[in-house]
């Protein structure tokens, strides 16, 4: 026997079918805009990321660059302090002027702290990454720490100089720091030369420069692999 459903049931059912339609269109549709909108924000933190972590790797190279000086230069000291070696006057100026180089590391955190202040770490997916992003960063306290004893010892070794030799400042040399400090060259060898004390502070500056430019090296490599990581991404 064959049964007729009322019209009405049918014009319901058509209405329940076209309003569960319209609704999944809309979830559709809003999520494929919140994932093109994550999308969006997903590849502005990495692009802003990888110009931060390229700063800091152009600061981090200087840092090497003048903390190797620094190392040479403690060690050559050393070196003519115990009269292993002769140098020219102009070279224990210039020596003696590099070790008390140090450097500052400006580290660019901006990102990564509004990634953590806003609650958006998700925004970068691979798990992996993300942890070691979180603890390249978390290395530049240590960093800071090494370069901070550096420079005590920096401006013990300038106490040294200053009380053993006279000096000139060579202003025009402002940016250039082995140049701008000038002691008097036969001061030096006549107050320094064998003292004990200056030798074993040379010695603190050297391991603290090797110290300095082991942790430069690291982050270098870290920074590299991140930066390509973050590249990948997008």
């Given at each position: 026997m064959e049964v007729h459903k009322p019209k009405f049931v049918k014009g319901f059912i058509a209405e329940i079918l076209v309003i569960v339609i319209g609704i999944s269109l809309a979830v559709t549709a809003e999520h494929i805009v919140e994932k093109f909108q994550h999308h969006k924000e997903e590849t502005g933190v990495i692009k802003r990321m990888v110009l931060e972590l390229q700063r800091d790797s152009s600061d981090l190279v200087y840092n090497l660059k003048y903390h190797q000086k620094a190392l040479d230069a403690d060690s050559l000291l050393t070196k003519w302090s115990?009269?292993?070696?002769?140098?020219?006057?102009?070279?224990?100026?210039?020596?003696?002027?590099?070790?008390?180089?140090?450097?500052?590391?400006?580290?660019?955190?901006?990102e990564i702290d509004a990634l953590k202040g806003s609650g958006k770490l998700y925004l970068i997916q691979d798990h992996e990454l993300l942890s070691?992003?979180?603890?390249?960063?978390?290395?530049?306290?240590?960093?800071?720490?090494?370069?901070?004893?550096?420079?005590?010892?920096?401006?013990?070794?300038?106490?040294?100089?200053?009380?053993?030799?006279?000096?000139?400042?060579?202003?025009?040399?402002?940016?250039?720091?082995?140049?701008?400090?000038?002691?008097?060259?036969?001061?030096?060898?006549?107050?320094?030369?064998?003292?004990?004390?200056?030798?074993?502070?040379?010695?603190?500056?050297?391991?603290?420069?090797?110290?300095?430019?082991?942790?430069?090296?690291?982050?270098?490599?870290?920074?590299?692999?991140?930066?390509?990581?973050?590249?990948?991404?997008?």
């Open positions: 115990r009269k292993e070696i002769e140098l020219p006057q102009d070279s224990v100026v210039i020596y003696a002027s590099r070790s008390m180089v140090f450097t500052f590391f400006a580290s660019s955190t901006a070691s992003i979180l603890k390249h960063y978390d290395r530049y306290d240590d960093y800071k720490l090494s370069t901070d004893l550096t420079i005590r010892i920096s401006h013990r070794l300038g106490d040294m100089y200053s009380d053993n030799a006279g000096l000139d400042t060579h202003l025009s040399e402002i940016q250039n720091l082995e140049k701008l400090y000038a002691y008097n060259a036969r001061e030096l060898e006549k107050n320094l030369r064998g003292n004990k004390r200056f030798e074993n502070l040379l010695q603190e500056k050297r391991v603290m420069d090797a110290f300095v430019i082991q942790q430069t090296k690291g982050a270098l490599k870290r920074i590299k692999k991140i930066i390509e990581t973050l590249n990948n991404q997008h």
